[in-house]
T-cell receptor
């Protein structure tokens, strides 16, 4: 499978616990994005990496959220002290650098449920 | 704030008919648009894109039309099939401004009647 891979697919955690998600982008893609999607809504942008540099962050990304892409390949998204409002699908996408285009390909997502 | 939105939340079409899904955007600075298809429990799947210097682009069974005058985007699906049933999102981007984040609308659910 050469698509974007996310792990785990599902995560149930108790409020207050920390969780970490992993994303493996398409191998030749230098850009990686994290989005969050709640039921019935479109995905909302969280953050974006070009190689290992985090270049854009949404105001949705509170200080409890941290994302890394240490070697410019896979990325992790950590949520500390989870809250019930964090329950959502967390989507990762990747793209190649193309002038004027952001043809992002998404993974299957990690569905987080905070109980 | 400015946002991308959709005219209709649901659309039911007969198998074999053509489908048209509409999207309105309000950010005049947007210069790149994408249509995504999302099936239940899956991530969004890229369908087709269009840059603001074009008004029409065709793919396999799909056509995207862009009307910058009225800030309107549409996705046309020819000969709709049961496998086309999904939620469709339009997304906008300001790639020319160096931004790579996509702003998505709420989505239109397409149901194909066999």
């Amino acid at each position: 499978d050469t698509g974007v891979s996310q792990d785990p697919r599902h995560k149930i955690t108790k409020r207050g616990q920390n969780v970490t998600f992993r994303c493996d982008p398409i191998s030749e893609h230098n850009r990686l994005y994290w989005y969050r999607q709640t039921l019935g809504q479109g995905p909302e942008f969280l953050t974006y990496f070009q190689n290992e540099a985090q270049l854009e962050k949404s105001r949705l990304l509170s200080d409890r959220f941290s994302a890394e892409r240490p070697k410019g390949s896979f990325s992790t998204l950590e949520i500390q002290r989870t809250e019930q409002g964090d329950s959502a699908m967390y989507l990762c996408a990747s793209s190649l650098e193309r002038r004027g285009r952001t043809e992002a390909f998404f993974g299957q997502g990690t569905r987080l449920t905070v109980v | 704030g400015e946002s991308v939105g959709l005219h209709l939340p649901t659309l039911s079409v007969q198998e074999g008919d053509n489908s048209i899904i509409n999207c309105a955007y309000s950010n005049s600075a947007s210069d790149y648009f994408i249509w995504y298809k999302q099936e239940s429990g899956k991530g969004p799947q890229f369908i087709i894109d269009i840059r603001s210097n074009m008004d029409k682009r065709q793919g396999q069974r799909v056509t995207v039309l862009l009307n910058k005058t009225v800030k309107h985007l549409s996705l046309q699906i020819a000969a709709t099939q049961p496998g086309d049933s999904a939620v469709y999102f339009c997304a906008e981007n300001r790639a020319g401004a160096g931004s790579y984040q996509l702003t998505f609308g709420k989505g239109t659910k397409l149901s194909v009647i066999p």
